[in-house]
Each structure stands twice: as structure tokens, then as C-alpha cells.
């Protein structure tokens, strides 16, 4: 009731004091809840909480732990090294140390016990230090952030690619463009829709050194993941035809993965000449406190370990214009407003610095697409031709496909067709373009065409002059002069000739087409 214990969500681009209007106000709903179940608990009598503790403690081991221990851990807490594996194998051989002093009978039963009370002695130092000193573990300031590096364009083979740096944590993020084949179907019980927008975020063992099978996807690739998603989502354009997957694999870690996977996916998604509207950075936020918070130090960038000892895990993402993601987890009884405002306003200007080293390795999208990126261009079409690009058992749309390599996926939307016509390059695209319009072009009297002479008879010849479409160029329409017999112009199956169509038949609907009209016509032999 009295504070904040969670926040999530995802925004557009609101400022700091809209989000925190937006927390009070959820706020007074939560009490109501709050007080709700209270309410309900003494209805019921049942307003007293039982106490249960399986752990069984040995206080004088607790008391050796920290006698022994506790100077040592904060000499190396507060020494400042930058090294993250060499200050987590300092700490370990404290622990190791006194394990060796124990007697060796009492050994084996005693070594589970110290190892938790020796994460206690640890966690207090590294408080201590930042508190008292303000000493982080890597030496930094509260407010600084770790030195960062990227890159675009490391790998050849994606669409796009970017490396991100900060620190110890490093994201190596492709793009790849899709077609509409590529969609994620969603099929939930009420949500049965589909998602142009995916991405997948993965953390291999390999990232913090240990030595493990890599197990399939679980809860914190799934929640990392999903965060980036919804801090990049909304940046991308409306109506974009592409379909884009951006993968994110973590190839170190010490802190805020997740954000750097925000860094990483703007930086490969600009690579790909993507135009988002504005680029994302992001940002891990952490907190030390005490006394209820009455004393307490805010943290830019946290490491892994002060995440793992501190009160407070508060990631921010957003554009220079606002925030579009956030996602706060704390490990206290509680966060008050003071503590949260001056943690936004901290978090803004860790977003600003990590946004100005982004934009030094690239400014803006790419103008144009990478040469091995497929093409798309869409049109729409009347409801009523999506039948006919299909064609009787899919044998217009997949003979197409066949002559020009294009890939064409149709779909209704709002009583439309929108036809996605999608190939590696521009005449493949052209070919299929000019046969889908073909097909939905309606023949219109005087207008000429480019047609494909299809059959020669010895009244005429039939001249497709409009994809599926037919009509007859008779004999007399072929040329001013007369002819006896249609292989006397020179016509042959496979000829290409411009001809206009000069007639519809209104009870059959055939079309009359001529070819002499288009020529100039000869003078007649009493004409000067």
C-alpha cells in the first residue's frame, strides 16, 4: 500500500514526469486492491501470517564467517578492479580460505552453511563501500557509464548486423527482411493474429564462463527478449512490408544484456536500412539503500553482481523524445516517489551519453537496402481479383512465380487484396508486376497494348493483349493492304505487337483488336 513495488510497460515516447503520473495514478488503483484482501483477511480471522523456516543455523559458524571474512571481502570490494572475473575469483578464495581452516571432520558438514553466510558478508561489503565511500566494484562513479564500442556490419551475411559494447556485456544483433511467408502466427485462445515484428534474444552459457549444455529457450530469455521487443516495436514504420526478425546473441555478460540488446537491434536495424523513425538506447538502473531508504545511492549501469547484491534491477529505454519501455523489479519493502523520480532522471541522462556513442558509429538508416536484401513492392487490387492472380488451384500465381522467381503472397484486408510481390532483384519484380496488373487491368476501348500473338488461323490471329486476357486480331486489321492469307505480314506465334482495342462485344464480351490503325495509312492511288 505505502510503495511501489514493480513497474512494467511500454509507452510512446512519454517524458519522465508523464510516467510518473501515470505510476501514481496505477498506484491509488493498487491500494484499493490492497485493501481489498486485507479487508477479506479479517472477515475471515485470518489477519495473523504463520512463520516457517526450514533452515537450520549455526550462529557460532555465522560469527567465524564474518570475523574472518568481512575485512577481507571489503578490501576487494572496495579495490576498485575492473575485471570482473578476477574480482569474482578474488572474492571466492576468501570463501575458499576459511573453508580450509575448518577442521576437516567438520568439513563436509559445515560448507554449504558458510557458503551462505560468507554471500551475506560479501553483499555487505560491496553496500558498505558504495554507501560510506562511494566506491563501485569496478571503481566507477554513480553516475558513469562503462566504456562503450560498437560496430555495424561485422558479419556479411544478414541484412544487417551490429556489435554492441559496454563493459563486460556484449551483443553481437543480426536483421534479416522478411516476406509475408515469414509472419509468426499468433494463435492464442482470444488473440488470433499475426506479428511482423519478431525478436529473439539469446544468452549462452559461454557468456558469464561456465562450461553447460545450452538448454532451450526459458524464462529469462523469454522476458529479456520481450522487453527489447516492446522498447524497439514501435518505432518501426506503419505499413512497413517487410517482415523483420532481429536475433540477439549475448557474447559476454555483466549487467543489462537486455539493454545493450536494445543498443545492438537499433544499430543493426539502421545497418539494414530499416527507416525507424527514431533510434533506442537503453539503460540498466540500480539502487542501494538503507534504513527504509532514508539512505541511499543510485547506480548507472549496474554490473551483474550489483544487480545480484543491490535493492533495485530498473530498465529504461526510449528515443530522445520519451521513453517507450520499462521494466523495474526490487528486492526492498518498497520504492518510494523520491527514490523513483531521481532514478528517471539519472536513467535520462545515462540514455542521452549511450545514444551519443551510438550515433558516432551511425547516424541514421542506411539510404538503401543490402544488394543480397529481397525486394518487395505492394499494390492493392480489387476484392474481386484475388481469385484470378490466383487462378484455378493456385496455376496463375504459382505459373508467375515460376517465370518471373518472384515470391507473391496476397492476402484481404479491409476488402481489398494486397498483393506483396517480393524477389532478390528488380526484374524479377517487373516481370511479376507487370503480369499481376495485366490480370486486374480492365480492358478499356482505344487503348493500346503491347500483345503476344498466341495462335495464327487463317481468318486472323489471337493476341493476348492483357494477362489472360484474348482477343482477335482479324485479317483486316492487321494491315492497310490486303492480305491472303495472315503469314503474308509476317505475324508468327510468339511475335510481340502493339495493337488498340477497337471493340468490346457487348453480348459476348470478345474483344476486337487492330493492328493497321496504328500504322500510317498508305495514299490511296488517286490520292496525291
Known amino acids: 500500500i505505502d510503495n511501489i513495488m514493480m513497474v512494467e510497460g511500454e509507452m510512446s515516447e512519454v517524458s519522465e514526469r508523464e510516467l510518473l503520473e501515470a505510476i501514481k495514478c496505477a498506484h491509488?488503483?493498487?491500494?484499493?486492491?490492497?485493501?481489498?484482501?486485507?479487508?477479506?483477511?479479517?472477515?475471515?480471522?485470518?489477519?495473523?501470517?504463520?512463520?516457517?523456516?526450514?533452515?537450520?543455523?549455526?550462529e557460532e559458524l555465522?560469527?567465524?564467517?564474518?570475523?574472518?571474512?568481512?575485512?577481507?571481502?571489503?578490501?576487494?570490494?572496495?579495490?576498485?578492479?575492473p575485471n570482473k572475473h578476477e574480482r569474482i575469483a578474488n572474492f571466492e578464495a576468501i570463501l575458499e580460505e576459511f573453508i580450509e581452516s575448518i577442521p576437516e571432520e567438520e568439513r563436509e558438514e559445515k560448507t554449504?552453511?558458510?557458503?551462505?553466510?560468507?554471500?551475506?558478508?560479501?553483499?555487505?561489503?560491496?553496500?558498505?563501500?558504495?554507501?560510506?565511500?562511494g566506491k563501485r566494484l569496478d571503481g566507477r562513479k554513480t553516475t558513469e557509464i562503462r566504456p562503450i564500442w560498437s560496430e555495424v556490419s561485422p558479419i556479411p551475411g544478414p541484412h544487417g548486423s551490429a556489435i554492441f559494447t559496454r563493459g563486460e556485456t556484449q551483443s553481437l544483433t543480426t536483421v534479416t527482411l522478411?516476406?509475408?511467408?515469414?509472419?509468426?502466427?499468433?494463435?492464442?485462445?482470444?488473440?488470433?493474429?499475426?506479428?511482423?515484428?519478431?525478436?529473439?534474444?539469446?544468452?549462452?552459457?559461454?557468456?558469464?564462463?561456465?562450461?553447460?549444455?545450452?538448454?532451450?529457450?526459458?524464462?529469462?530469455?523469454?522476458?529479456?527478449?520481450?522487453?527489447?521487443?516492446?522498447?524497439?516495436?514501435?518505432?518501426?514504420?506503419?505499413?512497413?512490408?517487410?517482415?523483420?526478425?532481429?536475433?540477439?546473441?549475448?557474447?559476454?555478460?555483466?549487467?543489462?544484456?537486455?539493454?545493450?540488446?536494445?543498443?545492438?537491434g537499433t544499430l543493426a536495424m539502421?545497418?539494414?536500412?530499416?527507416?525507424?523513425?527514431?533510434?533506442?538506447?537503453?539503460?540498466?538502473?540500480?539502487?542501494?539503500?538503507?534504513?527504509?531508504?532514508?539512505?541511499?545511492?543510485?547506480?548507472?549501469?549496474?554490473?551483474?553482481?550489483?544487480?545480484?547484491?543491490?535493492?533495485?534491477?530498473?530498465?529504461v529505454c526510449g528515443t530522445k523524445d520519451g521513453i517507450t519501455a520499462t521494466q523495474m523489479?526490487?528486492?526492498?519493502?518498497?520504492?518510494?516517489?523520491?527514490?523513483?523520480?531521481?532514478?528517471?532522471?539519472?536513467?535520462?541522462?545515462?540514455?542521452?551519453?549511450?545514444?551519443?556513442?551510438?550515433m558516432e558509429t551511425i547516424s541514421e538508416p542506411r539510404a538503401d537496402l543490402k544488394p543480397h536484401a529481397p525486394r518487395i513492392e505492394v499494390i492493392e487490387i480489387p476484392k474481386d481479383f484475388i481469385g484470378a492472380v490466383i487462378g484455378p488451384g493456385g496455376k496463375i500465381i504459382q505459373g508467375i512465380q515460376e517465370e518471373s522467381g518472384a515470391i507473391i503472397t496476397i492476402e484481404e484486408i479491409d476488402n481489398k487484396g494486397r498483393v506483396e510481390v517480393s524477389a532478390s532483384n528488380k526484374d524479377s519484380i517487373d516481370i511479376a508486376m507487370t503480369k499481376i496488373k495485366g490480370i486486374v487491368a480492365v480492358p478499356e476501348v482505344g487503348e493500346v497494348y503491347e500483345a503476344?500473338?498466341?495462335?495464327?488461323?487463317?481468318?486472323?490471329?489471337?493476341?493476348?493483349?492483357?494477362?489472360?486476357?484474348?482477343?482477335?486480331?482479324?485479317?483486316s486489321e492487321i494491315d492497310w493492304k490486303r492480305l491472303e492469307k495472315v503469314e503474308d505480314s509476317g505475324i508468327k506465334e510468339?511475335?510481340?505487337?502493339?495493337?488498340?482495342?477497337?471493340?468490346?462485344?457487348?453480348?459476348?464480351?470478345?474483344?476486337?483488336l487492330s493492328r493497321k490503325i496504328l500504322l500510317e495509312r498508305p495514299p490511296k492511288p488517286n490520292e496525291k
Open 28 to 58: 491509488e488503483e493498487i491500494k484499493k486492491q490492497c485493501r481489498a484482501q486485507i479487508e477479506l483477511t479479517e472477515m475471515v480471522g485470518k489477519t495473523e501470517k504463520r512463520t516457517y523456516c526450514h533452515e537450520e543455523n549455526d
Open 62 to 81: 555465522r560469527k567465524q564467517v564474518w570475523d574472518t571474512c568481512y575485512q577481507k571481502a571489503y578490501q576487494v570490494a572496495a579495490s576498485q578492479n
Open 112 to 133: 554449504a552453511l558458510a557458503s551462505k553466510y560468507y554471500h551475506d558478508v560479501e553483499k555487505e561489503a560491496m553496500r558498505r563501500c558504495i554507501l560510506d565511500e
Open 178 to 264: 522478411g516476406t509475408k511467408l515469414d509472419e509468426k502466427v499468433i494463435d492464442d485462445v482470444l488473440n488470433h493474429s499475426t506479428e511482423r515484428f519478431l525478436l529473439h534474444y539469446n544468452f549462452p552459457p559461454f557468456s558469464t564462463g561456465e562450461a553447460r549444455p545450452y538448454r532451450g529457450t526459458g524464462r529469462r530469455e523469454i522476458g529479456h527478449g520481450n522487453l527489447a521487443h516492446r522498447a524497439l516495436k514501435r518505432m518501426i514504420p506503419e505499413n512497413y512490408p517487410y517482415v523483420l526478425r532481429v536475433v540477439s546473441d549475448i557474447l559476454e555478460s555483466n549487467g543489462s544484456s537486455s539493454m545493450a540488446t536494445v543498443c545492438a
Open 270 to 315: 539502421m545497418d539494414a536500412g530499416v527507416k525507424i523513425k527514431k533510434p533506442v538506447s537503453g539503460i540498466a538502473m540500480g539502487l542501494i539503500s538503507e534504513n527504509k531508504g532514508q539512505n541511499f545511492a543510485i547506480l548507472s549501469d549496474i554490473l551483474g553482481d550489483e544487480d545480484h547484491l543491490g535493492d533495485m534491477d530498473f530498465k
Open 329 to 358: 523489479d526490487i528486492k526492498v519493502d518498497g520504492l518510494s516517489y523520491e527514490i523513483l523520480e531521481k532514478a528517471l532522471a539519472q536513467a535520462k541522462a545515462g540514455r542521452e551519453h549511450i545514444m551519443g556513442k551510438m
Open 452 to 475: 503476344t500473338v498466341r495462335s495464327v488461323m487463317p481468318y486472323g490471329a489471337f493476341c493476348e493483349f492483357l494477362s489472360g486476357k484474348d482477343g482477335l486480331l482479324h485479317i
Open 494 to 512: 510468339g511475335d510481340k505487337i502493339k495493337v488498340k482495342l477497337v471493340d468490346i462485344d457487348p453480348k459476348t464480351g470478345k474483344f476486337k
